[in-house]
């Protein structure tokens, strides 16, 4: 069985257009607070997300848009949860992080590794009362070093929970690389709890899609957990409007903003030693020339670009399925804002 890299394609398009429409309706100031997008993780979700089936649970982090509307939550009460209006998904009180769809069984939280009881709480319901099926846990490379996450990946291994632990592995934990807060290797840690691990490239729809079959058909089977470890880029940062990135998109327009308030710092009279002032400024400065090389700058890293690509030997039925995709979102926006958007 091979995939269909078209419905793919689809599931991910449909997921960035809304996710864009939320990046511009937040910009506008029309939704408050912080603003986690999955952009850039859309073939890790599409690639798992397609493999489940009526009695799967889903358990998200704070980047749980695109796993809801790939499993069919409509889009037009998520957008309104967004907005905080009362006939939201969740009566306007969840916001994007503290989502909650019955019917999809699929809950989302802002507690980082939260996921992983909630997974194993989802797996033991359908082991005892679903055989057959299963629980998904999506989560950053951040929440690995969590205690709860890791409590979880123990006793469903032990208990041989039905559950898939997903890694989407974009190497930060908002401004901290893993290589300054994550010990050892991933895969080997939870190799060490029993739990298999497979390895995969989270930009590559088709692989995630062959990668996830092959261990959610294990999971399903009852042989126990498994662990999939895929790696992505979130374009946007940690969130929107985050800082760093438009520092690494931006460089030559961003820097002369933060050089002020550097400066000023440096000269203070009073503070840190000669020597460490120099270290501190070598060390934003080193910051500033990695930004130059950052993964996020390269469209390349894009999961839609390269499959598009592929996909592009037919442009008329692609284009025709961008368009239907775009209408569908604009849709959806004047539904919810009563006016027609362009
Ligand atoms: C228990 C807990 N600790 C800290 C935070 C603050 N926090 C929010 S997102 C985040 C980084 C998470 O990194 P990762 O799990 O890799 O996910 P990513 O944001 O990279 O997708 C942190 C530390 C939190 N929400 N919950």
Known sequence: MSPDLWSLYAFMLKSRLFEEAVARLWHEGLISGEMHLGTGEEAIIAGVVS???????????????????????E???????FLGYKDGLCKGMGGHMHLFSKEHLAASSGIVGAEGPAAAGF?????????????VAFFGDGAMNQGMLMESMNLAAVWKLPVLFVCKDDGWGITTKSEFSTGGNLDERVRGLGVPAVNVDGLDVTKIWEASRAAIERVRSGEGPTFLHARCVHFEGHFLGFQPIRVVC??????????????????????????????????VMASVINALRDPRRDPNNDPLTRARATLQSELSRLKELEDKLEKDINNVLTIVLGEVQS
Do not use: C, W
């Open 75 to 81: 889009p037009v009460p998520l957008l309104r949860e």
């Open 51 to 73: 493999h489940l089936k009526e009695g799967d649970a889903m358990a998200l982090d704070h980047r749980g848009t695109a796993a809801l509307l790939m499993r069919g939550v």
């Open 250 to 283: 931006d460089p030559l327009k961003e820097m002369p903003k933060i050089a002020v308030p550097l400066t000023k710092s440096f000269l203070r009279v009073s503070g840190a030693s000669l020597l460490e002032r120099m270290a501190g400024l070598k060390n």
């Open 123 to 135: 797996a033991l319901a359908a082991q005892l009362l679903r055989p057959g099926a299963i629980a």
